[in-house]
């Protein structure tokens, strides 16, 4: 195998995000429901036989040069000890500091690609190991399920999804993730929900669960932080209702999101807003290239 193209990195939204406690370490956990969509970045890899790593931008971009890719890349590289090394093609499709995912995804799909094309035959719980280095998110992607996710983000239980339609809606602002964190004003002490009677055993035909039953057990603790960061995810909350939507910001935000049943007229817009159609996936669409 030569080549690899055409390889999907799925966003995610997290239907909410409770922040139940912080550990020693400063880092913080939390409880969530991650759900992909299929808004995706596509990667492109071709084997190179001298071992470098390189990355070529398809469109434009703002990212550093050692980004997560390159980072996951050359991490899987020191752990197995592979020669082999990749040139990867970036379509850079999911925006930046959206609370998405997308940094996240692009680097487990590297681990999922380059395990495949360098026939390495790492387990999806060695990759996942792997992936806890890059980003708490990582593990997730790797995952390939919808999951039930605590802890700082690596605790991961599957959950069955009934198929939705969701509208995400980014503004051109960002907010900083370490802000919202670090924040005075970020409530910590959530009360721990428990998962018990609400995951399905994904091994006997898992229960479908509700999408708007979910969303209406939670929040997300660091939606407030964020509106005072950049007031356009306020802006945004704002506009759905005014189309009869709930809207919740994703992550560490910017971007919101909203439940719709049938299609909308949404023209009305700023122009400067980032407006997405998208479905829930059932599955990572790379579940398949590695075994548990």
Request: with cysteine; aromatic share 6%.
């Amino acid at each position: 195998m030569k080549r690899l193209f055409d390889v999907p990195a799925p966003a995610k939204l997290n239907l909410f995000l409770h922040i139940t406690g912080r550990r020693a370490d400063g880092y913080h956990l939390l409880q969530s429901v991650f759900m992909l969509i299929n808004w995706c970045d596509t990667l492109h890899f071709e084997l190179r036989h001298d071992g470098g790593v390189s990355r070529e931008d398809l469109t434009p971009t703002h990212l550093p040069a050692e980004d997560l890719v390159v980072r996951a890349a050359r991490l899987l590289q020191q752990a197995t000890g592979c020669t082999l090394g990749a040139h990867i093609g970036l379509e850079k499709r999911l925006p930046a500091e959206a609370g998405m995912g997308g940094g996240s995804s692009d680097a487990a799909t590297c681990l999922l690609a380059l395990n495949r094309l360098w026939g390495l035959g790492l387990s999806r719980t060695q990759l996942a190991t792997l992936g806890l280095q890059l980003g708490a998110d990582v593990p997730f992607f790797i995952g390939g399920r919808n999951a039930w996710v605590e802890g700082i983000g690596e605790q991961l239980t599957p959950l069955s999804l009934e198929e939705a339609r969701f509208v995400v809606v980014k503004p051109p602002g960002g907010a900083s993730t370490p802000s919202i964190f670090n924040s005075p004003l970020l409530k910590r002490d959530t009360k721990p929900a428990t998962i018990l009677g609400f995951a399905a055993n994904v091994e006997n035909e898992p229960l479908k669960h509700n999408i708007q039953s979910i969303l209406g057990i939670g929040h997300n603790d660091l939606q407030p932080v964020a509106q005072t960061l950049c007031p356009d995810v306020v802006n945004c909350i704002n506009w759905l209702q005014g189309h009869g939507l709930q809207g919740r910001m994703s992550g560490s935000g910017t971007a919101v999101f909203a439940q719709i049943r049938q299609s909308l007229d949404l023209s009305d817009a700023p122009g400067n807003w980032l407006i997405k159609d998208c479905k829930n996936m059932d599955a990572h669409p790379l579940l398949d290239w590695c075994s548990g």
